[in-house]
């Protein structure tokens, strides 16, 4: 079976047992986090040892080919929206949108 390239989208709460999984996962190899915090960039480097990139559309340009969003709620649908658009697979727990009109 093929192994899967994936990155992990914001480093909240959910974020770690997300990684955790990717990690445990035999056909799953975890590459690259994005996050807009960087008081959390050096522990990721640690515990992970992956790459960790200030901005989404650089994320979405390297080899990662599936993206677990891990972002606020209300953030999922302009996070998936991109990632598709770059032809990556999206992982999102969480509604896509929290508002009917955005979500349609």
Not at 14 to 28: E, F, M, R, V, Y
Not at 35 to 46: A, F
Not at 76 to 98: D, N, S
Request: a neutral charge.
């Amino acid at each position: 079976m093929k192994q899967l390239n994936y990155a992990i989208i914001g480093w909240g709460t959910i974020s770690d047992i997300h990684a955790q999984a990717i990690t445990a996962a035999s056909n799953c190899r975890l590459v690259s986090i994005y996050t807009s915090r960087p008081e959390k960039v050096n522990i990721i480097k640690e515990t992970y040892n992956v790459d960790v990139f200030n901005t989404y559309d650089e994320i979405l340009k390297s080899g990662v080919e599936v993206v677990s969003i891990c972002t606020p709620t209300g953030t999922h649908l302009q996070y998936g929206i991109k990632a598709a658009e770059f032809g990556k697979h999206v992982i999102a727990e969480k509604p896509l949108e929290v508002s009917i009109q955005k979500g349609k």
